[in-house]
């Protein structure tokens, strides 16, 4: 498991604090006056002009495998990420399981569909491929650079403004960050990615993870 190499440190150092650091802040204090979606979709579009400059990057990367080889991993992950969500769902709000899929059957199908399309795959973009294929020699190793990716995607979420969402991600991103390197498969962190954030809507978390969740941790 490596990172990779790229040239020129100090402008690498600039673009990462940007978009890492600079990008989080400045979404948290302008939050609720965009939609939210198109900045996700743009941020992943510049990161794409970003990887196609980077040497040794190549567009067929971004669909690169192997997933179903790594079932042993989707199925622990599901299984970890299902319990975690159940536990904050009974213990803050158990009022909500199940909210949507059982009042709000059409938005429910709607998320299954769009989430890991609209969301999850170019958070992958900018998340996993950006950061570790442009940004990964600013790291002395993969471990580090795997801790450090955790902390950007939950400060990623600091525009949510609760605990919950931000260690959740933190904790999520941490573990889909790991699981990209093992063979630099873009897919296979989508997928975790994907159902994490539909197990989230599903059993009732949807609350911490949309515009509506500012400040809404108990």
Known sequence: MTIAASPNRARLLVEFA???VSVP???????GMYP????IIGLAGLSCILLHITPGWEWKMLRAGPVLGEWRIILLYVLATLA???AVVFINIPERFLEIPLNRTALWVMIMVLYPLVSAYPQEIIFRSLFFERYGVLFPNAWVGIIVNGAAFGFGHLFYENWITIAMTGCGGTIMA?????????LLA???HSLAG???FTVGLGIYFYHGAVGSAP
């Open 18 to 20: 940007a978009l890492f």
């Open 25 to 31: 802040l400045l979404m948290t204090a302008t939050f």
């Open 36 to 39: 939210l979606f198109p900045v």
């Open 84 to 86: 975690t969500c159940l």
């Open 178 to 186: 790991w699981a990209y390197l093992r063979n630099r498969s873009v």
């Open 190 to 192: 989508w997928v975790l």
């Open 198 to 200: 539909q197990i989230i």
